[in-house]
């Protein structure tokens, strides 16, 4: 059964930086390798939306307009991790953030960015 956790949320004051790392376990790294990954984040009385995302073949990244050139989306096959490298933090950054693999999502981080 394929689980994913995220870690690396808290609190921090606007301009911060934070990483969020996600672990995979339950999937072999053939099958980690050819799934797309992402981030996704659901803030209070919102739909949850896509953050970044990186290809199966870890060449393309996307990023939402909100966060190009504040955020990076990373990912170590070899760990079964993928990361999010959350730069110049603002309020409006603040969310449950989300890891998906394929179907499978993990049960979030939360992050709240003080102004």
């Known amino acids: 059964q394929v689980q994913l956790v995220e870690s690396g949320?808290?609190?921090?004051?606007?301009?911060?930086?934070?990483?969020?790392?996600?672990?995979?376990s339950g999937v072999s790294g053939i099958i980690f390798s050819i799934n797309a990954m992402g981030w996704y984040r659901q803030a209070p009385g919102k739909q949850r939306e896509l953050?970044?995302?990186i290809t199966s073949g870890g060449r393309s990244t996307t990023y939402?307009?909100?966060?190009?050139?504040?955020?990076?989306?990373?990912?170590?096959?070899?760990k079964k991790m993928v990361?999010?490298?959350?730069?110049?933090?603002?309020?409006?950054?603040?969310a449950v953030y989300y890891c998906n693999i394929?179907?499978?999502?993990?049960?979030?981080?939360?992050v709240t960015v003080s102004s």
């Open 51 to 53: 953050v970044a995302v």
């Open 64 to 78: 939402t307009d909100s966060v190009k050139g504040r955020f990076t989306i990373s990912r170590d096959i070899a």
């Open 83 to 94: 990361y999010l490298q959350m730069n110049s933090l603002k309020p409006e950054d603040t």
């Open 102 to 110: 394929g179907s499978e999502w993990g049960q979030g981080t939360q």
């Open 9 to 24: 949320g808290g609190l921090v004051q606007a301009g911060g930086s934070l990483r969020l790392s996600c672990a995979a």
